[in-house]
């Protein structure tokens, strides 16, 4: 691939990425127990786990972040009739 080609692609991946970092952070370290309750007291282990998903993900984890809120409840066939 031409380097004029590969600058601008390389770039923009790392700029991604920064900015993936820049949202992932605060989300693992103290937001994520707003959208999951059940990740309320998780440990270190288990922020590491979630960090680099957090990362690649950041423009959902952003929104979801923003919208707040716990998750919705599943609903299936399942679900309703064990109702």
Do not use: K, S
Request: glycine share 8%; charged share 20%.
């Amino acid at each position: 691939m031409p380097p004029h080609v590969a600058e601008p692609l390389v770039t923009a991946f790392l700029l991604y990425v920064a900015l993936g970092v820049v949202v992932a952070l605060p989300f693992v370290l103290r937001a994520v127990q707003r959208l999951d309750p059940a990740a309320a007291g998780a440990g270190l282990g288990f922020r590491l786990c979630i960090l680099p998903g957090a990362i690649a993900l950041w423009p959902w984890v952003l929104l979801r972040w923003r919208r707040g809120g716990a998750p919705r409840e599943e609903r299936n066939a399942h679900r309703e009739a064990a109702r």
